[in-house]
T-cell receptor, first 113, second 110 residues
Framework: NAGVTQTPKFQVLKTGQSMTLQCAQD?????MSWYRQDPGMGLRLIHY???????DQGEVPNGYNVSRSTTEDFPLRLLSAAPSQTSVYFC????????????FGQGTRLTVV | AQRVTQPEKLLSVFKGAPVELKCNYS??????LFWYVQYSRQRLQLLLR??SRESIKGFTADLNKGETSFHLKKPFAQEEDSAMYYC????????????FGTGTRLKVLA
């Protein structure tokens, strides 16, 4: 039981490049979400999903896309990377939603130059 | 507005001293409240949640709906408690989201 797995752990992008951050969970959780962690700002919700085929925007969705074709996977796409997207990204899942315990991935440290 | 406020960015205490990390929330519904901890180079993990009303690693937190607070307390801090602590609110109606505070870094000094 691996829990929540994020890849890659580190990534450097050039401005304008696109990439996908992968997130997979093996706990059959319905709810998954993406956050960015910035100094002094805590964790801010980017996008979330309450089940396969259903996604919604969080607090800071601009510049990011998500899809949820399976229960297990919830990839985050950066369409055209900008230096402002330099951050640590965390994926999380929970069994029954935001009133349940969230399990986090180990994070992806992204630098956009 | 839905908000979680952690007023202290950094809290330094000596080993053996009591610790209180403050958390206040704003939410019109009935909240689910959590404390998550991030030790150095580790992923965020649940420390405790208000509904379980248990003590984890000596930490406790009581939900005070009148003061809209969920402060985290420990009577005697240990060096291994040094970490980043996040208070989080889980919404229970409408759009289901976790709302995190900005975090408090706890440093326990020898």
């Amino acid at each position: 039981n691996a829990g929540v797995t994020q890849t890659p752990k580190f990534q450097v992008l050039k401005t304008g490049q696109s990439m996908t951050l992968q997130c997979a969970q093996d706990m059959n959780h319905e709810y998954m979400s993406w956050y960015r962690q910035d100094p002094g700002m805590g964790l801010r919700l980017i996008h979330y999903s309450v089940g396969a085929g259903i996604t919604d925007q969080g607090e800071v969705p601009n510049g990011y896309n998500v899809s949820r074709s399976t229960t297990e996977d919830f990839p985050l796409r950066l369409l055209s990377a900008a230096p402002s997207q330099t951050s640590v990204y965390f994926c999380a899942s929970s069994a029954r939603g935001s009133h349940d315990t969230a399990f986090f991935g180990q994070g992806t440290r992204l630098t956009v130059v | 507005a839905q908000r979680v406020t952690q007023p202290e960015k950094l809290l330094s205490v000596f080993k053996g001293a009591p610790v209180e990390l403050k958390c206040n929330y704003s939410y019109s519904g009935s909240p689910e409240l959590f404390w998550y901890v991030q030790y150095s180079r580790q992923r965020l993990q649940l420390l405790l949640r208000h509904i379980s009303r248990e003590s984890i690693k000596g930490f406790t937190a009581d939900l005070n709906k009148g003061e809209t607070s969920f402060h985290l307390k420990k009577p005697f801090a240990q060096e291994e408690d040094s970490a980043m602590y996040y208070c989080a609110l889980g919404t229970t109606s409408g759009t289901y989201k976790y709302i995190f505070g900005t975090g408090t870094r706890l440093k326990v000094l020898a």
